[in-house]
């Protein structure tokens, strides 16, 4: 069975950064999946925020974080990262990292099989 654990959220004030990381268990064969963090604020939908493809060559972010966060991955560990600097109080939400089922990153949840359960990061004004 696949699992994906996120650590590393926490409470932070604007500007400040946090570094997310989603280690995959062995059921997973890491090195031929894409991966990606996701986010869902309260009373919001679900949204993409980076996404990483298997062989960490290529990545992709959305407009509201390009230039502040940045997604990496270590196949050797099973272990993606998020590393949010420039933190604003619009960052605030859950954050998820996703297994997708390709090789290449991709913008859509339908995409992914597989969830971890979420890590907060709360950012103050």
């Known amino acids: 069975q696949v699992q994906l654990v996120e650590s590393g959220g926490g409470l932070v004030q604007a500007g400040g950064s946090l570094r997310l990381s989603c280690a995959a268990s062995?059921?997973?064969?890491?090195?031929?999946?894409?991966m990606g963090w996701f986010r869902q604020a309260p009373g919001k939908e679900r949204e993409f925020v980076a996404t990483i493809s298997a062989t960490g060559r290529s990545n992709d972010y959305a407009d509201s974080v390009k230039g502040r966060f940045t997604i990496s991955r270590d196949n050797a560990k099973n272990t993606v990262f998020l590393q949010m600097n420039s933190l604003k109080s619009e960052d605030t939400a859950v954050y998820y990292c996703g297994s997708a089922r390709q090789a290449l990153g991709s913008r859509s949840d339908a995409d992914y099989d597989y969830w971890g359960q979420g890590t907060q990061v709360t950012v103050e004004p």
């Open positions: 062995s059921g997973l064969i890491f090195s031929t999946h894409a």
